[in-house]
Structure formats: C-alpha cells, structure tokens
C-alpha cells in the first residue's frame, strides 16, 4: 500500500465525452485547455515527505486521459490501494474535474482519506469541505510540513486540532484551525527532478509523471524562488495582498540563492530543455540576484535558462545575466501598451523602459525575449486592444531583426483569480463578477463556450467585446508575426483558419443557445463535439511559437538517464531495489501505525 497518491484532475473530468470549446484559455501557457500540467508543488510535496519516510506516487489523470481514449481512469483508481489521496485544486479551472475525480475515489474507496490543497482550494476552504467527497483541506501556499503532521496522525483519527492549516470534518461539524504554519524561507523544500526518474521507475508508471501534452519533445522543466510577491496586480490571486489574507503571509520566502543555483545543476544532470526560474530573481533585491548570477556562473550550465521579471531590471544588472549565463531568455508581462491602462493592473513602468531593457536585453545576448499583452484589464477598451496588437508592430520593426522578439496576446481567461483585488471588490476597479462560489465556477466550466465561462466583464468590454476583442487582435497579430518573419506561410494560414474557425464556434453555440433557451447543455455540447475537438491544441496562436531553444538533445532524458535506466536492468540492482523497497514499506507500515517520529 502506498502512503498517499496524488491525483491530478483534468479542468472538465468529461472532457473526452462532451468535448465543450475551451477556446483560448490555454494558449499561452505549455499546457492544453484541459489543464493537465500539474503543479510544481506537486514534485516539492513527493520529495519532502519521501524524505521523512513516506511513500508517494504522482498521478497526473488529466495526461493519462489525454494521451490516450482507452485509458480508463475509474478502472485504475479502484485497482489503486493508498492510505490517503491528495487532489489538487491550485488553479480555478480545475473546480469541476478534481471534485468529480474525488467522487471516484470515494466511491471506490469511501474509507479512505481525501486530501484537497492548492491557492483556490485554500480560498474556497469553507465551501469545499461542505462537499461529501472532500474529508480534509490544506490552505496555504506551503503543504508540506501540515501534510507530513496530517499523515502522522490520521492512523488514530485524533489529534487534527493540532494540525496547523488545516479544515477538516469531525463527527459531522466542521474544523477550522488556525493558519499558523508560514515558513520564513524555502531552504527545506527543493524540486529534485532525480526523486521523479526513480518514482517514476519504482511506481512502474511513467504516464502519470508526465507534466504536460508533449512534454516528451520539449522538456522545460522549472524551479522556484520563493512563495508570495511584494506587488499587488490586480487580478492575480498570488498578489501580495492575497498572500497575506489567504496564506497569512506578510513577506514573501526565499530559497538561498546559492541552493536555487544547485537546483538548476542537479536538473542539467538529466534533461537539456529549458529550465524556467520562477519568480524575479531582483524581487529579494540586487544582492540575492548576485549571489545567484555568481553561484550560476560557477556552475557552467548548457542549458537554456529562461527568467522572468515584475519590474525593468537595470542595464548594468543585464550585462551581468549575459555574462553569468551562456543561453538566457527573458519573459514579460506588460499586459498592455497603454501605460495608463499597465499603472491600473500594478505594473509600475513605462514604454520607454521596458523599450530600453528590450535593446539592452538584445545587447547582453538574450537569445528569446517574449512579451505578454492581455486582455480584460482595467480601463482598458475595444479600441485600446487593438492599438496594443499595433504596438506590436512597431516594436517588431525595431527590434524584430533576428526573430528574438515574440509577443503575444491573450484573455484573461476562463477566471480572474480567486483573492485577486478585483475578485475581492470587483465595482471598485470596473468589473462585474458573474460568478462568485466555488459551486457557480464548477457548473460554469460546464457551459458550450469559453465565453459563457468568463466569470467577468468590465465596464469597459462586455462579455461579447472581450471574445470578439481577443480574435481580432489575433488575428491582426498572426498577420504581423508572419511579417516579420516569426511564423512560415503554412504556420500562419493554420492559424488564420483556426481563429476563422473559432468564431464561427463562438456563433454557432450562441445561435443554438439563443433559439432554444430551455435546450440541454449535454445536447448542445453533442452539437458542437466534432469542431470543438479540432480547436482544443490551441487557437490564438500554435504551442511551437511558445518553446525556448533547447541545447543538445530534443528528446527529454539526457545520457545521464539512458546510463540509469541500463543500470536498473541488472539482476543485482533490481533485487536490491526490491529488497530495498521490501525495507521502505515495513519502515512506513509502522510509521503508519504510530511508531513515527512526531512532527
């Protein structure tokens, strides 16, 4: 028996069945509409209880169901035997799949403990755990050290009261207990991408480790920073007042720069692909940037490292990122050109900067520089999205030579974040929320279309402007990428045909709803199976415009791997690992029971 399973859900469980037009929610992020990259926290959680004696297994549901139609998600959870289940809720679009996929679990298992955690499962705690097939939530944005003291006392059914973040039901009352496990800094939690080679070896399941659709052919893989920000964007539920309210943190936690650089090395070890460090590394200030510019540059990785940044860094910081990594690329969200409308959302800069950093950027050797546009931001207009696709242009025609530069642009889409200040007081900022609870969000990703989805319009767009807004300007900026020579003629006729095709997905389901309100959803959503399923990869723009350079391999594993996996075949070493495996399991089965350290 395993320890705990973590279970990743799909957006939508019926997916496969009732194919609904997610449209461009996903875009621009590696994964699919169906959501299936789970959260990073995901690999910190497995690593960090392992560490103590506990056996974890990752299960990523959502790219089992994905890669393959005949794969039968109920039938392998039923097979499955654990002492609890961890489901994540982190992000919002997953309301409705991980709460169908924990219905599964209890059915199967209705004795068996079921674990919720994430941002949105912590924001939604009261409500989530009124639902009969939810037993306990971790709220916080740090589950580690509350998941380890909840596993260590869940043998006795006692002792919850102890148990720091933690919401729980007993003897039919509900528990809430105080949020007073906050940690000062990430020192102890690492993502060690080694610990998933072996688990995914040892479970006999390399599917459910899978991070997202593709991952095999474009290996990023990414390492954090720190937990909490010190800016406050306006409909991001990871802002800093968010962070403060919902996960009692007043400071962001760092990971010692230097144990950051040591995580870029220990993954250089086994994949080539790009490595994304999350979070501005100058956000802890110009001395924590050094230490880890220093300690990277010591280190001599091949590796494209990608970084990302909340404000313009300055020149001279720069020049020291081109000389401290070989192969760099910078990521940036200004949201929008329109300075006005960039200050209303919390982004604190303007054009010329951030036109500045872009040359100096190029200067230094950034070998990619992708810019992020949205849309559905405060004060911003019709008119005003499609000036920012003209903005575009221009920055291409300065800086385009060498095809380093990439925009994009995209809808705030399906949800503004749970917490976000503009979730929290929606009329203060020119918003209306449609939706509100947990269970409105879940029935609401079940809708035809994307834009029935939208928990949201502005004073500014209507629902209607914001979905017409979206693919008029990606259209307009599909024209201006093949211009300058970012897209071939047959990327840039697919896409066209896509965006020409999503709308008339888009009329399609309003007509359907407009001539027959009292109709079905399951029928509308038979009606629209076929087309929908042809615009589920992507629409705005293709998944390829969105990956790094990667060095060496284009397959995931390095040598270093193959080595491994040759290695395991031996008889002696297989014996060793079962035998070794034999140890692990009587050590956790009295752990189990009680005979455990305390946490």
């Known amino acids: 028996m395993i320890d705990l399973i973590l279970l990743h859900p799909p957006c939508v469980y019926d997916f496969r069945k009732n194919s609904i037009f997610f449209g461009p929610i996903s875009d621009i992020i590696p994964s699919t509409p169906v959501f299936e990259m789970y959260p990073l926290g995901f690999v910190s959680l497995s690593q960090y209880l392992n560490k103590h004696g506990y056996d974890v297994r990752i299960m990523n549901i959502a790219y089992k169901m994905l890669s393959s139609p005949r794969y039968d998600p109920e039938k392998e959870i039923k097979n499955l035997k654990a002492f609890a289940f961890g489901i994540d809720l982190h992000w919002l679009p997953h309301a409705q799949g991980s709460l169908e996929l924990a219905k599964i679990v209890k059915k199967y298992h209705p004795h068996t403990p079921v674990i919720f955690g994430g941002l949105s499962s912590t924001y939604f705690h009261r409500e989530l755990i009124e639902y009969p097939q939810v037993d306990f939530v971790i709220r916080g944005e740090s589950a580690e050290v509350p998941l380890l003291h909840l596993l260590s006392v869940l043998q006795n059914k006692k002792g919850f009261s102890s148990i720091p973040n933690l919401t729980y039901k007993q003897d039919g009352q509900v528990k809430i207990n105080q949020m007073s496990y906050v940690p000062e800094d990430l020192n102890e939690f690492s993502i060690d991408y080694a610990h998933i080679i072996k688990s995914a070896i040892k479970h006999r399941d390399f ?57 870029v090395h220990n993954i250089s070890k086994y994949f080539k692909g790009p ?106 207009d019709y008119q005003s999205v499609l000036d920012t696709v003209e903005y575009c242009d221009r920055l291409l025609e300065r800086f385009g030579k060498g095809r380093r530069l990439h925009p994009y642009i995209a809808p705030l889409a399906p949800f503004l974040d749970p917490g976000s200040c503009v979730f929290e007081n929606p009329e203060e900022f020119g918003y209306k929320l449609f939706f509100r609870s947990l269970e409105e969000h879940r029935r609401a990703l079940l809708s035809p279309s994307w834009k029935h989805m939208l928990n949201y319009e502005t004073k500014w767009m209507r629902r209607d402007e914001i979905v017409q807004s979206t693919y008029e300007a990606a259209l307009g900026l599909n024209q201006i990428k093949y211009r300058h020579g970012l ?106 029971s009680g005979g455990g350290k305390d946490v």
């Open 207 to 263: 599917s459910g480790y899978v991070p997202f659709s593709d991952w095999q052919n474009y290996p990023i893989t990414a390492i954090f920073t720190c937990r909490g920000c010190t800016y406050n964007c306006r409909t991001c539920g990871g802002s800093k007042e968010a962070y403060q309210k919902f996960c009692g943190r007043r400071r962001p936690a760092y990971r010692d720069p230097e144990l950051v650089a040591s995580d």
């Open 275 to 380: 490595i994304f460090v999350l979070g501005d590394i100058y956000q802890p200030g110009e001395k924590y940037a050094q230490t880890l510019l220093d300690s990277l540059k010591k280190q001599k990785v091949d590796n494209h490292l990608v970084l990302e940044f909340f404000d313009i860094p300055a020149k001279e910081s720069l020049k020291t990122i081109g000389s401290s990594i070989p192969h760099f690329n910078i990521q940036l969200s200004p949201e929008s050109h329109d300075r006005k409308i960039r200050g209303c959302f919390g982004r604190p800069y303007d054009n010329q900067k951030m036109e500045e950093m872009i040359e100096s950027a190029l200067e230094f050797g950034c070998r990619r520089l992708d810019l992020f546009f949205m849309i559905g931001l405060p004060c911003q």
């Open 487 to 592: 897209i071939r003629f047959k990327k840039f006729k697919e896409i066209e045909n896509r965006i020409r095709e999503a709308i008339r997905m888009i009329n399609k389901a309003d007509k359907i709803i407009g001539e027959d309100k009292d109709r079905k959803v399951e029928t509308i959503l038979a009606d629209l199976k076929k087309p929908a399923n042809g615009l589920r990869t992507s629409t705005l723009c293709d998944k390829s415009e969105l990956k790094w350079p990667v060095r060496f391999l284009n397959f995931n594993f390095s040598i270093r791997f193959f080595k491994l996996l040759a290695f395991l075949r031996t008889r002696r070493i297989v014996w060793l690992l079962l035998r070794g495996g034999d140890i692990q399991k009587q050590a956790k089965s009295s752990k189990i």
